[in-house]
């Protein structure tokens, strides 16, 4: 019998405001066969942040050494981008050579996508699988030891975060809407919260993606929040560079009574009509239950037959 893949769960954003949550996490990814770890300062509370900008960088790095078959971030937040600057990719580099799967997203796409940038996110090895790099997936508390449900989370999410750090998961496929049928493109994969994507831009840690497929969600952010931060990725020149744009789900906002018909549809809409790189829609990703995981950084191909689309890699 083979030894639990090492797993350990560690606190890079915003505080964990109760520890119910990441043991009860613990717990379920134990049944779930793996070997679970708390970092030392994953509960740690300085103003909004799981401790000072120090101690996450620390946290980070502790875990980079170790090396464990997965990162798994508790939550996501706010915090990541103060600790850009002085994280040692090099370091990260080495984790993710070392068979090391870091997953999360939200704030978590900070993180990928300047591992990305410095070379930090590279594909494994031949023949070593795919379940070592970055990979947008579910979180600690919110997927694994959420209080409403006596699993601690979503069935399909579980299923597939397991497969992918197992490295069994080679595609994901989702119902997206008419008239992409045919489509077949390939191209590496990147992205994540479009705010914290959109935050990095013009910045050293901005992944310099050509030819690639750009998925894309967010939460708590109006249509027009969402339309002027693609608006900003298009007038950068980043969208026209994509091979497709994938995106996944947009939720939690607050209509408007002056929206008038404006909604979501609408941004979407007209966003295709600045460009002919095709926008796909029904990725099921972001804040939301139920998520798969998505290797950032890999050659992926996305396939449409009628309204089924598939991502393999």
């Given at each position: 019998m083979t030894d639990?893949?090492?797993?350990?769960?560690?606190?890079?954003a915003g505080i964990v405001a109760k520890a119910t949550p990441v043991r009860q996490a613990a717990r379920r990814l134990q049944a779930l066969g793996f070997a679970?770890?708390?970092d030392a300062s994953a509960l740690n509370k300085h103003q909004r942040f799981a401790g000072d900008d120090a101690t996450r960088i620390a946290a980070v790095h502790r875990v980079a050494e170790a090396a464990p078959h997965v990162a798994l971030a508790t939550r996501g937040g706010y915090g990541l981008s103060r600790m850009l600057d002085q994280l040692d990719w090099a370091l990260l580099a080495r984790s993710v050579e070392r068979g090391t799967a870091w997953v999360g997203h939200s704030d978590l796409t900070a993180l990928h996508l300047a591992a990305l940038a410095h070379g930090a996110a590279g594909p494994a090895k031949p023949g070593e699988g795919v379940s070592a790099g970055f990979w947008a997936g579910p979180m600690a508390c919110g997927d694994f030891g959420h209080p409403d449900s006596p699993d601690g989370g979503d069935d399909v999410t579980q299923a597939c975060f397991v497969e992918?750090?197992?490295?069994?998961?080679?595609?994901?496929?989702?119902?997206?809407e008419q008239g992409f049928d045919g489509l077949e493109v390939s191209g590496r994969?990147?992205?994540?919260?479009?705010?914290?994507?959109?935050?990095?831009l013009g910045t050293p840690h901005f992944?310099?993606?050509?030819?690639?497929?750009?998925?894309l969600e967010d939460v708590n952010e109006h249509p027009y929040r969402i339309e002027r931060a693609l608006l900003q990725l298009h007038q950068a020149?980043?969208?026209?560079?994509?091979r497709a744009i994938v995106l996944g789900s947009?939720?939690?906002y607050r209509k408007s009574p002056l929206d008038r018909g404006y909604t979501l549809k609408t941004v979407i809409a007209h966003l295709r009509s600045l460009?002919?790189?095709p926008i796909l829609t029904g990725l099921p990703f972001g804040h939301v239950p139920t998520k798969v995981c998505l290797p950032v950084g890999r050659q992926v191909v996305l396939s449409v037959q009628g309204r089924d689309a598939f991502m393999l890699w």
């Open positions: 639990a893949p090492s797993l350990i769960l560690f606190s890079p679970p770890s708390i992918a750090v197992t490295g069994e998961l080679e595609a994901v496929g989702f119902r997206t994969l990147w992205g994540g919260n479009l705010a914290m994507t959109q935050a990095l992944p310099k993606v050509r030819n690639g497929i750009l998925f020149g980043v969208l026209k560079q994509q947009f939720s939690e460009t002919e790189v």
